[in-house]
């Protein structure tokens, strides 16, 4: 789980799995802290997906929403800080990172066209789509 900030305003929130497929996209105002609106996506990516069993989220969700997800039975791994002299891969965030460069890599995507938070998050799900029909 990870937050996309690339508009001025707006914040997207994704849940993948494993293999960096999309299971949950959330795009709300920017003025919604991380830790609130994670736990949102991650009740909405429950769900619809019950066999989920935990989740791994960067430094950025703590507290408020390892409480969110503690509370639903379910275990969460937080990630800590690559030190900044350092460069490690995280193998949980490298999947969502990767999963964000995909997404990039859509024209429509590279600017915010859509005025609704909800034709936000149905074009991401269309580039998702997409690229992995690019794949077959």
């Known amino acids: 789980m990870t937050a996309g900030k690339k508009v001025k305003g ?3 929130h994704i849940i ?16 919604i802290h991380d830790t609130v609106s994670g736990g949102d996506v991650f009740i909405g990516a429950l769900a619809k997906y019950p066999t989920i069993k935990g989740c ?13 997800v503690l509370s639903l039975g379910k275990t969460v791994k937080i990630s ?3 030190k900044p002299k350092e460069w490690t891969v995280l193998p949980q965030r490298w999947v969502v990172e990767r ?13 915010d ?5 909800a034709s936000a998050e149905n074009m991401i799900m269309i580039s998702h789509f997409a690229t992995l029909l690019k794949r077959f």
């Open 10 to 12: 707006r914040k997207h």
């Open 99 to 111: 999963t964000l460069s995909w997404l990039n890599n859509s024209r429509r995507l590279s600017k």
């Open 56 to 68: 791994c989220a960067d430094e950025g969700y703590r507290k408020t929403f390892e409480n969110i």
């Open 113 to 117: 066209y859509e005025i609704l938070t």
């Open 16 to 31: 993948t799995d494993t293999t960096g497929h999309l299971l949950k996209v959330k795009v709300h105002a920017a003025n």
């Open 80 to 82: 800590a800080k690559i």
